[in-house]
């Protein structure tokens, strides 16, 4: 029930707002807040457990060089862990965010911006790495966001996605719902690999939480 309370105070907050302004009433209002992390309960080290264990391996056996993490947040779970990367850079719409990070993380391997994934020309990197992101935005900013992720050059893409749910259906930008990219309206082949998070929100709920990855230049956009 939590989950449709928080869906139907953001469709109702933010219909009148623009998408940085939707990012930063939920940032400054800790809507997603957890307890260790402003960018949510997802983020808490619970819940990146399989994940923090299982990237530094695809970065390895990929030969990953440079990452995208995009939209980066406050970085809570990721800091976390060492990745075998040469460049990192984190991105996210919310200027406060970015802020932070700078402070506390930036370094000559480490770099933060802040940037619309939508709208904002993005760095050519090996691998981007959009987890939690795409959940939140309509059909029409989901496949606006993913032209500019093909037109930046990436090679690969870490996409999560509900692989078990049998429809996808439309939000309003910053509600949230799960998504299958392999069902329409995007149709994404199989996935190269795929990572099942272990998501033990809502009670096993959203078990099928993954992270999927691709060729972007394989992927139908």
């Not at 808490?44 to 993490?69: A, C, G, H, W, Y």
């Amino acid at each position: 029930m939590l989950i449709w309370c928080i869906a139907f105070f953001c469709g109702t907050l933010f219909c009148t707002q623009d998408n940085q302004q939707i990012f930063t009433t939920i940032y400054q209002n800790k809507v997603w807040g957890d307890s260790a992390s402003v960018s949510g309960v997802g983020s808490n080290l619970e819940q990146t457990k399989v994940l923090r264990e299982e990237l530094p391996q695809i970065l390895k056996t990929f030969n990953i060089k440079s990452m995208l993490d995009a939209p980066c947040g406050d970085c809570y779970w990721i800091t976390k862990i060492s990745l075998p990367l040469e460049v990192y850079i984190g991105i996210d719409i919310v200027e406060g965010i970015i802020a932070k990070n700078k402070e506390l993380f930036e370094d000559e391997n480490h770099t933060y911006y802040h940037l619309d994934l939508i709208h904002d020309p993005l760095p050519k990197v090996d691998l981007v790495l959009c987890r939690d992101c795409l959940v939140h935005f309509t059909f029409e900013q989901i496949k606006l966001a993913l032209k500019n992720l093909k037109n930046s050059g990436a090679t690969y893409l870490l996409l999560t996605t509900f692989s078990g749910k049998r429809r996808n259906y439309n939000i309003k930008m910053g509600d949230w719902r799960p998504l299958n990219f392999q069902l329409p309206p995007f149709n994404f082949p199989e996935p190269i690999m795929e990572i099942n998070e272990n998501n033990t929100q809502y009670n096993k709920r959203f078990n099928d939480k993954s992270l999927g990855l691709w060729k972007i230049e394989d992927l139908p956009i």
